[in-house]
Every structure is written in C-alpha cells, then in structure tokens.
C-alpha cells in the first residue's frame, strides 16, 4: 500500500541540478528558494511526470517554474500543495475534483476524510499504530507473522491487513503518521508476505495455470500486487511477479516468451476510469484469446460495471479460487 504524505514539513529536501544562477531570470525564485526538478517531485510525491504535465493544461496547476534548459522546476509552495492532491487521490477523490482548489481548500477537504466510518474497528487497530509511531519494526513483524500464523495467509489478508492498510491511511490523512513510518508498515509487511509465499513454496510444485502479476505503467502501488500473489500461492499456481508499472508491450511480450496463462493486474482506487478502461480495452484485444485477463483491486470496487467484455474481475481469495476451479476444470 502506498499512501500520501503530509505535506507540512515532512517532504525530504531536495535541491535542482540546476542552480539559480543558469535559471531564466524572468522565472526564476529567489536564490535561496528550494527546488525540484519534476522527477524529484515524481519520486517524492508518488505523482507521475504525465499526471503533472496534463495537469498544467487542464487545471492550470502545478505552475512550474523554468530553467535555462526550459526543464520544470517547482518550489516548497507547489510541492505542499501536490503532497496533500496525492493524498486526497489515496482517500478516493478525482483529479478535477482536488488539482484546482487552493491549499485551505485542500486541507479542509482532507480534514473532512480523516474520520474512519467505523470507531470500534478503528480502535482495534489502534494498537499496530503504536508500533509504528514508536519505530518497533522487530515488534510489527513479530506480530504480523503471529497474525498469518493465526488467522491463514488469506484470512489474514482480508480481515486483518486490507483493515489496517486502510486505518493507517486515515491516521496519514490526520496526520498522526509520517512518510517514514507509512514506509516501515510497507516494508515490513512486504517482507512478511514474501517470507509466507516462499514457504508455501517450498512445501511443493506449483501447477498451472501460469500467472503473470504485474500493473499497468501508471500504477505504482506494489503492495495489492503482492497480497494478490498470496492468493495464487496459496492455490499452487505457477507465477510470474514481474513488479509495478510494466507497459503494455512488455506484458504482451512476456505472454508470449513465458507461455503464461493468465495476467492478473491490481489497479489502485485513484487511477483515472478512462485511462484504465482504454488500456485494459486495447490489452485485451491484443492478448491471445486464450490469456485469460484479470483485474483486482479497489479500482475494480468503484468501476465494476465498466470493465471491459472479457476482463475478469477478481477481488478476494474466494473469487480466485473460483476462477482457477474454472480454469483449471476447463484444462483438464
């Protein structure tokens, strides 16, 4: 899970490769104005080059400046104002709903999503906050692993840790988490996952059908991607996790080399409906008929009814386990 961060005072500090001295003078900030280049701002902000530039024509916002190469360079101000837009886009806003509301605008609206629907459930979890804020990542994994070994690998995901992920995006919402605590929950819990699919892999062969996990080039949320793996690991399947934001051509590529027979994509709840639908459009239609395409992930919760003719949407461990039985009945 990948979740917003707060944008006062917790952005990392970055300087331009270029200086003040080689900017336009008719654009430049003053000298002692801090700057990012637009691929510190992807990186520190989770927001796509593409996403920022359409946003300059569409909404007239973000407002870069320019340097003596013409490229973009934005300042603290901007950089404030796209930390707290990603984060409404993670709480489910759409992008002509949030890029061009000023700052207070932006902060009420973020204030007005910080309340979690359900107050008993939220202080169960309560509890796994605390380690974080406290920096216990010896103590979170112990009690992550405690958990899988409890509750199973997929009654864990779906009771445990699909709750906690959304209960820790409020608490960054309310600023009570900063980005290096959303990162300790993320690499952690990535690490316990990892270590339960390769014991389920080594308890035996894994068996068709072949599944190629990955997302499509826009989406850089990993960690739906991994509990997705879960499931097909728990179900023996043969995989292929090629990791986030691989293009079209290289699914279809890998398709093709690897024999694979199924590609499953987990598409986050902010990716943009038009985008996502013409790109699952066009992968289908390019896909052999016989690559079964599968979707997953909060995308598919909002947009059900406009997946396109053939995709399958799958959301939790029973819906796989459904359409392997039907798979691999139909291969037998």
Known sequence: MQVACDAQDKAPIHFSASSPATMNPTTASPPSAQLWNIAEIERDTGLGKDALRVWERRYGFPTPLRDARGDRLYDQPQLQRLLRIKQLLDAGHRPGQVVPLPLPQLEALLQASCAPADQCAATGLDGWLALLEQGQQLQLRAALQQELQQLGLAQAIEQLLVPLGQHIGQAWLA????????????????????????????????????????????????????????????????????GPRLPA????????????????????????????????????????????????????DANRRRLPQDVRPVVNGAQVDAGLARWRAAHE
């Open 249 to 300: 051509s290289e699914i279809l590529a890998a398709v093709g080399h690897l024999g694979i027979d199924i590609v499953a994509l987990s598409i986050s709840l902010h990716a943009s409906v038009r985008e996502v639908t013409e790109q699952l459009s066009l992968l289908r239609e390019q896909l052999p008929p016989a690559t079964e395409l599968w979707v997953g992930g909060a995308w598919i």
């Open 175 to 242: 600023n009570r988490l900063s980005i290096h605590q959303e990162h300790l929950f993320s690499e952690t819990l990535q690490s316990v996952l990892r270590e339960a699919i390769a014991k389920l892999d080594s308890q035996g062969d894994n068996r068709p059908p072949r599944v190629l996990l990955t997302t499509l080039p826009q989406e850089q949320h990993t960690l739906g991607l991994l509990m997705a793996e879960c499931y097909f690991a728990l179900a023996g399947c043969e995989r292929l996790a090629l």
